[in-house]
Every structure is written in C-alpha cells, then in structure tokens.
T-cell receptor, first 112, second 114 residues
Framework: RKEVEQDPGPFNVPEGATVAFNCTYS??????FFWYRQDCRKEPKLLMS???SGNEDGRFTAQLNRASQYISLLIRDSKLSDSATYLC?????????????FGTGTLLAVQP | ETGVTQSPTHLIKTRGQQVTLRCSSQ?????VSWYQQALGQGPQFIFQ???????GRGNFPPRFSGLQFPNYSSELNVNALELDDSALYLC?????????????FGQGTRLTVV
C-alpha cells in the first residue's frame, strides 16, 4: 500500500466548476502536509501548505483531518490555467532527514 | 524561477551505461534532495545531502550514488543503467534538513534508457 493515496483522475470539469481532491496518508507520524502543482513535463511547485485549522488562498481551500489521516483540496471557480496534476505531499522527520512523500497525483483538465 | 538548476535537461543512455546528473542549489541552501519520477507517478525520494554528507536514503539500490560539493551543488550517479531507470530526476534544495522549510525544485533531467 502506498504511503500517500490519491485518486489519479483525470477530473474533467468545465470552467467555473468547483472541484475537490482527496488524499489519505498512512503514517501517523507525518508532521507537515502540502499540495503541490505540477504542469506537464515541468517540476512540482508548492501550491499551499495544509493546516489542521484549514487554510484558504484565493480560490483554493485546503483541509487536514489528522484523526482520519485525510487531506483535501477544494478549487472554486476553476480556470483553464488550473489544468495540471495536483500532488498530495506529506513530510515526516526521520532522524535528521526531512523528506517529502508524494502521492501519485490527480490530473485536472478544465474545459472551456 | 527557483534558482535551482539541473543539467542536462534531457539525456539518452544505453542499458548498462553510467550517468551523472548535476544540480546547483539555490543560494544559501545547504541541503539537496534527489527524487525520481517515473511516468504517471509521484516523485520518489532517492537520498538527501547535507553539508557534503548523505543524510538519509530512500529505497534505491547502491548503484544510485551521489555527492555534494563544498558549494552545496550536487551530483547523482547511476551505474549499470536499467530500462526502468527511465524517468524525470528532480533535485530540490532547502535551507535546512529539519522543520517546515520549503524545498525548491529544479526543472529536472529527463533520462531515457534504451
């Protein structure tokens, strides 16, 4: 079983739609949580960190439920430019190593 | 731009050959991590270097090795290349090994093994 699980999609949505991505993680020692965005054939870029209290950045809202080991990302009013792969990422600190554990990513295609 | 640069951007090698990939970390960053991203998968942690020492390793065989130099740039070496080594290799630099510090990725090296 993968340590971080995501629905690979693709999610095909019209412009203006609201779309939600979900992710679960198996290691309860995970300490930091993120959503990264990766455009086709490009490097991953940090979209936002995820906190237990929930956090919002414009059209994007992220939530973390530590008890259920569940992370979500909500995108409102989807734009064509939101088309990308969204990677759920956890970080845990094993000794002195600080490594990122990625899910397989969820592909979003926003249609005109 | 993140300030993390990788070279080369693309590479084609034959099975059994050896390859060296390079990464220049962002100014002020002393930690470099390497990841392998196969097609349709998320990046997988290979290893991390901190102040010229390997500081943690993922589930990769010993033919994957690395170096970090005094200026904190880094190399990833892969010996005896296999077809399954074909992937995007990403390097990420950060200013610390611990804490909630952000890692910045380079654009990657796309390796094809034929």
């Amino acid at each position: 079983r993968k340590e971080v699980e995501q629905d690979p999609g693709p999610f095909n949505v019209p412009e203006g739609a609201t779309v939600a991505f979900n992710c679960t993680y198996s290691n309860s020692a995970s300490q930091s949580f993120f959503w990264y965005r990766q455009d086709c054939r490009k490097e991953p870029k940090l979209l936002m960190s995820v906190y237990s209290s929930g956090n919002e950045d414009g059209r994007f809202t992220a939530q973390l439920n530590r008890a259920s080991q569940y992370i979500s990302l909500l995108i409102r009013d989807s734009k064509l430019s939101d088309s990308a792969t969204y990677l759920c990422v956890v970080k845990h600190y094993g000794g002195a190593t600080n490594k990122l554990i990625f899910g397989t990513g969820t592909l979003l295609a926003v249609q005109p | 731009e993140t300030g993390v640069t990788q070279s080369p951007t693309h590479l084609i090698k034959t099975r059994g050959q050896q390859v060296t990939l390079r990464c220049s970390s962002q100014s002020g960053h002393n930690t470099v991590s390497w990841y392998q991203q196969a097609l349709g998968q998320g990046p997988q942690f290979i290893f991390q270097y901190y102040r010229e020492e390997e500081n943690g390793r993922g589930n990769f065989p010993p033919r994957f090795s690395g170096l970090q130099f005094p200026n904190y740039s880094s190399e990833l070496n892969v010996n005896a290349l296999e077809l399954d080594d074909s992937a995007l290799y990403l390097c990420a630099s950060s200013s610390s090994t611990v804490g909630n510090t952000e890692a910045f990725f380079g654009q990657g090296t796309r390796l094809t093994v034929v």
